[in-house]
T-cell receptor, first 115, second 111 residues
Framework: GAVVSQHPSWVICKSGTSVKIECRSL??????MFWYRQFPKQSLMLMAT?????????EQGVEKDKFLINHASLTLSTLTVTSAHPEDSSFYIC???????????FGPGTRLTVT | EDKVVQSPLSLVVHEGDTVTLNCSYE??????LLWYKQEKKAPTFLFML????IEKKSGRLSSILDKKELSSILNITATQTGDSAIYLC???????????FGTGTQLKVEL
């Protein structure tokens, strides 16, 4: 149980375009989902906390207009990288909380490359 | 600013060796310390430590928290090649919503 999926697994896009990444909790309902970013050989950096039915809470330094988060249902959160630039290339990982926030189950990640 | 530091950054050992990974934290409103194993993709949960001095054990892995020293260690005994991964520790803070991750320790176990 407690499986989280992400789609797509990897995506290549051109500068200036927008990319949407989906995060789904497959066998449980998650009131809270988290979006992380991981650069090569670096740790996971929390970008934002997404609560179903309300606005996401962004961490300091994360542009909310660039990284749009929508948590439309208890099993789906989406992250849209708008007007992507090469520096947005990274590994994006979501997690879904089962019950308590510390019970986070991570998705397999999405590798974004912006050319 | 919350900070979690891990050491060493990477290490290479031989199968059968015992390793100790370190994690120290400087955070506000500390609640718990979590350890994860990250192989190719998503981190998988290993331990959550909330109380100081109580060892948690799972097979060859064990971990303990020292709240006085603001640190934790993860021990792996009789290492196997399958233990090769990045080991991440994270501090759970505030209302329990936020995980601040360390940079990780990359462990490689060779035959």
């Amino acid at each position: 149980g407690a499986v989280v999926s992400q789609h797509p697994s990897w995506v290549i896009c051109k500068s200036g375009t927008s990319v949407k990444i989906e995060c789904r909790s497959l066998d449980f309902q998650a009131t809270t989902m988290f979006w992380y970013r991981q650069f090569p050989k670096q740790s996971l950096m929390l970008m934002a906390t997404s609560n179903e039915g309300s606005k996401a809470t962004y961490e300091q330094g994360v542009e909310k207009d660039k990284f749009l988060i929508n948590h439309a249902s208890l099993t789906l959160s989406t992250l849209t990288v708008t007007s992507a630039h090469p520096e947005d290339s990274s590994f994006y990982i979501c997690s879904a909380a089962l019950g308590q926030p510390y019970e986070q189950y991570f998705g397999p990640g999405t590798r974004l490359t912006v050319t | 600013e919350d900070k979690v530091v891990q050491s060493p950054l990477s290490l290479v050992v031989h199968e059968g060796d015992t390793v100790t990974l370190n994690c120290s934290y400087e955070v506000t409103n500390f609640r718990s310390l979590l350890w994860y194993k990250q192989e190719k993709k998503a981190p998988t949960f290993l331990f959550m430590l909330t109380s100081s001095g109580i060892e948690k054990k799972s097979g060859r892995l064990s971990s303990i928290l020292d709240k006085k020293e603001l640190s934790s260690i993860l021990n792996i005994t009789a290492t196997q090649t399958g233990d090769s991964a990045i080991y991440l520790c994270a501090a759970l803070t505030g209302g329990g919503n936020k995980l601040t991750f360390g940079t990780g320790t990359q462990l490689k176990v060779e035959l």
